[in-house]
Structure formats: structure tokens, C-alpha cells
């Protein structure tokens, strides 16, 4: 029978479980964000890694092997020389042996008197790292029988040994170098030099395919914002393929919106031709109250259809240029004082933007339009943030509840249709006007106003 995990149990396991999680956000919140940081950081880390194990493995082993082959020689010079100086009486050959000390083991060789040897050197941190504090009081222990005192850190490049003779002591003085390898930090120096120069190369080889495949993604953009393009494909194999395709499916938007645009004015050509008979017919009537009803309901035919085709046909087809949307806002201000509406304009910042001007200008005349038909006062805003272009329309209207704010967006779609029926108009301004501002690679929001009625705010992307 398998025995169930406790309760207790399966409480530190989703413990362990949130920890992991949190550790792996906390990770992922530390990491970039792009890929050309990301990759960078893909080829450098492992360098990194590889080269600091390689150089820690050549530290520890080679070093220290090299270290201990050569302290083991200078304590056989050491052993040497301490039994030709007990062979031989006190003061007799002592210039002879300091001379051989000098040219065949490179020490400095004295005699001192009898005396006790200098207490140990204490140990440090730096003295724990030196394989040389280690390695060669070890060996020279192998080969000595006498008492010896040795010091390797007091004088940076000489090390001094001090051996007890019983009736003297003698006193060698040499070279650290000759005792550990004294040029290991060259083999440091040149895994740092490496280590630089193939970053150097991983960055300028990583920097130069990332430019493609951000060219691709401004090229993306800009054809999302309508903007003209001036791309090709370039970069590794599979970015040219990815910018082929997305060169193709451009094609294939560019003609399917020349099809729908030729088709549309075809339709629109055939149905003006029937609605101007009618105008036609309606005036050869009599001036009776039928006929001023149907003059009426052919006029509305004819607005809702501009409208249909307005809204089916789009302004894809027109070029953006630099346009200053302050001087479009006064117009628009301008055309609707015409009609008798009252309204105020304000403009802060630089508002010069790469748009389609007419139809920019249609998207806001027709947010006014709204605004002017359920409200007495509308006010225009238009300012500059780092990233956008920002216009807001306000009103003093009945605004419209939080709930059908998105709905009145969808075309043909009347909040009261009771209260619109007689109306003009086919209930296609503010779905136009999104159209636009979203063909743009902007969008249009509707909030409450802070003089009471309803705010349409449109951003559009510098």
C-alpha cells in the first residue's frame, strides 16, 4: 500500500514550488529585455565561465606543480649547503663556500654567531593564499635535520633561511623567484587579452545581425502607421526570408486594397447614377407633400451612402506627409464656428507629425461633429508627449454611460435608436474616425469630461 504524503509535507512543497517561482521571476526581472542584449549575453557568459575555470585549473594545478617542483630543488641547494658548512671547522674555507654558494646555488651565504633563531613569521590571509608559504617549509623539512627559521613574506623579492648548526647559524639569502613561478600572471594577461578580443569580435559580429532584423521590425511599424517604406532584405539567410515574406504580404495588402478600392467605385458610380434618376424623376413631379418626402429620403440615401463607401473604402491610398496638426485643429475649429458651433482651441508643443492629412483631418472633424450634435460647448485640446500626439475633444453633452462606450464604436450602431431616427446619417462617424486613428498606429478612447460631458482623446504615435 503507498502511503499518502502528509499534510505538513505538501505544505513545504508548494513552499519550495512559490519560492522557485518568485526566484525564476526575480531572475527573469533581472535579465534584458532585448535580443541584442540577450545574445550577447548568451556568447559572453559561457566565454567568461570557460575562461575563469581554465585559468583557476592552470592556478591550481600548474602553479602549484611548478611551485613545489622548484621549491623542492632550492631545498636540496638548501640541504647541500648546510652539510658542506657542519663537514668543515668553524672559520676555515668559509670565503671558498660563500663563493660556491654565490655561483653554483645563487645564495648570499654568512655565518652567525650561536644564538636562537627569530621567532616565526605569523601567518596572514596573503600567507595562506602564497603557494610558496606552503610549499617550501615542507620541503626543506624532508631534507634538513637541523632547527631552521625561514621568512617569505617580509621582503617582497628575497627570502631569507636560517639554519641552527649548534655552534653557529647559517644564513642564506636568495631570490623568492628562484623557489615558484614568478611569471604566472602572463598566462593571465594573455587569457584576458583573448577574452577581450573575442568579445570584440561577438559584439560586432551580433551587432550586425541584429540590424536586420530591427530594420524589419521599424519597416513592420511604419507600414502599420501607413507610412512610406524604403526597405530590402538584409542579414543572415532567415531574416532576408522573413523580410521576402513580409515584402510579399505587403504586395498582397497593397492589391487586395486596390481591388476593394476599384470595386467600391465602380459601386458607388452605379448606385449615384441610379439615385441622381431619381432626382431626376422626384423634379419633372409636382411640388406635392409626397414628393419634398421622397426628395428628402433620396438625399439620405445619398449621405448614407458617401458614408458606406467612406467607411468600406478607408485612406489607405493617400501618402503621408510632415503636417502640423495645430494649423488642422484651427481649421477644424474654423469650419465648424461656420455651422454655428461654439468652441475653444488649445495647442501646447511641437505637433509637426508624418500623417495622412485628409484623413487625420476627417477623424477629428468627425469627433467635433459628435460632439457639436449632443453638446453646446466642445473644446479642443492638442499637445506633444515624448511618444505621442495627443488630441482630445471635450463636450458639455449627456456623454455616453461607461458600459456602450466601445459598442458605439461598431458601425452602424445608434445608443437610442427612438431618439436617432430622424436623424441623418448612418452611424459610421466614430468608427470611421478609429479606423483612421488606428491605421495610423494610434487609438481612440472615450472617457468623462471634466466640463461634464464625454471626452474623445486620440493618440497618435510621432
Request: aromatic fraction near 6%.
Amino acid at each position: 500500500m503507498i502511503a499518502r504524503p502528509s499534510f505538513r509535507t505538501l505544505r513545504q512543497l508548494a513552499r519550495v514550488r512559490e519560492l522557485w517561482r518568485r526566484g525564476s521571476r526575480s531572475l527573469a526581472d533581472m535579465l534584458p529585455k532585448g535580443l541584442y542584449k540577450r545574445s550577447l549575453l548568451i556568447v559572453i557568459l559561457p566565454m567568461v565561465l570557460l575562461q575563469t575555470a581554465v585559468t583557476f585549473a592552470f592556478m591550481q594545478h600548474h602553479w602549484e606543480l611548478v611551485t613545489r617542483r622548484l621549491s623542492e630543488a632550492v631545498a636540496r641547494d638548501v640541504g647541500a649547503l648546510t652539510d658542506l658548512y657542519k663537514r668543515l671547522p668553524p672559520g676555515e674555507d668559509d670565503a671558498f663556500l660563500a663563493n660556491l654558494a654565490s655561483e653554483r646555488f645563487r645564495m648570499d651565504a654568512t655565518v652567525l654567531p650561536a644564538g636562537p633563531l627569530p621567532p616565526a613569521v605569523p601567518s596572514s590571509f596573503f600567507a595562506a593564499l602564497d603557494p610558496l608559504s606552503r610549499t617550501l617549509p615542507s620541503e626543506i623539512k624532508t631534507q634538513l635535520r637541523e632547527p631552521f627559521w625561514l621568512d617569505t613574506i617580509g621582503r617582497s623579492g628575497l627570502m631569507e633561511i636560517r639554519v641552527d648548526l649548534g655552534d653557529r647559524v647559517l644564513r642564506l639569502v636568495t631570490r623568492r623567484a628562484l623557489a615558484y613561478e614568478a611569471n604566472a600572471h602572463i598566462f593571465v594577461l594573455w587569457m584576458l587579452a583573448a577574452m577581450i578580443l573575442l568579445l570584440t569580435v561577438a559584439i560586432i559580429f551580433l551587432r550586425n545581425q541584429i540590424r536586420p532584423i530591427l530594420r524589419l521590425a521599424r519597416a513592420a511599424e511604419d507600414f502599420g502607421k501607413g507610412r512610406n517604406l524604403d526597405f530590402s532584405p538584409h542579414g543572415a539567410r532567415e531574416v532576408r526570408q522573413a523580410g521576402s515574406a513580409f515584402i510579399e504580404m505587403k504586395r498582397r495588402i497593397e492589391r487586395a486594397t486596390e481591388q476593394r478600392t476599384a470595386m467600391l467605385n465602380g459601386v458607388s458610380h452605379d448606385l449615384r447614377t441610379i439615385l441622381t434618376r431619381f432626382k431626376l424623376s422626384l423634379a419633372l413631379l409636382d411640388n406635392s407633400a409626397d414628393s419634398e418626402l421622397l426628395q428628402r429620403d433620396v438625399d439620405e440615401m445619398g449621405q448614407m451612402l458617401e458614408g458606406y463607401l467612406a467607411f468600406a473604402r478607408g485612406d489607405a491610398s493617400e501618402p503621408t506627409t510632415l503636417t502640423d496638426i495645430g494649423s488642422m485643429l484651427e481649421d477644424v475649429r474654423a469650419d465648424a464656428e461656420r455651422h454655428g458651433a461654439e468652441i475653444r482651441l488649445q495647442t501646447r508643443g511641437n505637433l509637426n507629425i508624418r500623417v495622412r492629412p485628409t484623413a487625420m483631418k476627417r477623424c477629428i472633424a468627425n469627433l467635433v461633429a459628435n460632439a457639436q450634435r449632443h453638446a453646446d460647448h466642445v473644446e479642443i485640446s492638442g499637445r506633444r508627449d515624448p511618444q505621442f500626439v495627443s488630441i482630445v475633444v471635450d463636450d458639455d453633452g449627456a456623454g455616453i454611460p461607461p458600459a456602450y462606450r466601445e459598442d458605439v464604436f461598431r458601425p452602424c450602431y445608434r445608443l437610442d435608436e427612438a431618439r436617432n431616427q430622424d436623424q441623418s446619417g448612418a452611424g459610421l462617424g466614430l468608427a470611421i474616425a478609429r479606423d483612421i486613428a488606428r491605421s495610423h498606429g494610434g487609438d481612440i478612447n472615450l472617457s468623462d469630461s471634466p466640463i461634464g460631458g464625454l471626452r474623445a482623446s486620440v493618440r497618435i504615435p510621432v
